[in-house]
């Protein structure tokens, strides 16, 4: 099945620890983006990729660090800057390739508690 | 600075009651606006969007939105909504980049049988 594959589905933390959240996608989409959910927040969005090694700072960045190595791949690193990392992290995808139909694809998300 | 708001944050109703949620945005110029969905346990998808033409859009599952330019707002509606509708409600825009778009809220709607 094509889709995007995020884990852990859970994750602890201990204070002061980083922690790398793993975003992986199959749709052969260009750009990829992670976002983080809180509860009467929506969605903020933490960094956005449109091209394997490049990636743009979104609203919220400060305490995050990201990667893309490769097209499919898109991990997120939730460093011990990040000073409120509890959270709903959730991943997503989109094609830069034809029509614009603006339509994100997301994954099941990440809950990252931290202790 | 571009804002997408939704005012109802928890939404309580009866199994076959209609359904209005609110949504308004702020965006200077040519906007495009989506709802999205998200179940219990599942992954947010979307559910209907609007980018120009006749501004009443449908949807998955039997809704539809009303664009509506002169009131920024862009509601969501159902005529009889199921349990199965029990969900989070996303309201979103942006001005044809992905990178650029903004979310709502969200409206946690409950369908009580």
């Known amino acids: 099945d094509g889709g995007i594959t995020q884990s852990p589905k859970y994750l602890f933390r201990k204070e002061g620890q980083n922690v790398t959240l793993s975003c992986e996608q199959n749709l052969n989409h260009d750009a990829m983006y992670w976002y983080r959910q809180d509860p009467g927040q929506g969605l903020r969005l933490i960094y956005y990729?449109?091209?394997?090694?490049?990636?743009q700072k979104g609203d919220i960045a400060e305490g995050y660090s990201v990667s893309r190595e490769k097209k499919e791949s898109f991990p997120l690193t939730v460093t011990s800057a990040q000073k409120n990392p509890t959270a709903f992290y959730l991943c997503?995808?989109?094609?830069?390739?034809?029509?614009?139909?603006?339509?994100?694809?997301f994954g099941e998300g990440s809950r990252l508690t931290v202790l | 600075a571009q804002s997408v708001s939704q005012h109802n944050h928890h939404v309580i109703l009866s199994e076959a009651a209609s359904l209005e949620l609110g949504c308004n945005y702020s965006y200077g110029g040519t906007v495009n606006l989506f709802w999205y969905v998200q179940y219990p346990g599942q992954h947010l998808q979307l559910l209907l969007k609007?980018?120009?033409?006749?501004?009443l859009v449908k949807g998955i599952k039997g809704f539809e939105a009303e664009f509506i330019k002169s009131k920024f707002s862009f509601n969501l509606r159902k005529p009889s909504v199921q349990w199965s509708d029990t969900a989070e409600y996303f309201c979103?825009?942006?001005?044809?980049?992905?990178?650029?778009?903004?979310f709502g809220t969200g409206t946690r709607l409950q369908v009580t049988l």
């Open positions: 997503a995808s989109s094609p830069l390739t034809g029509a614009y139909t603006g339509e994100l694809f």
């Open positions: 609007y980018f120009s033409g006749d501004p």
């Open positions: 979103a825009a942006d001005t044809g980049t992905a990178s650029k778009l903004t």
């Open positions: 990729s449109q091209i394997v090694n490049d990636f």
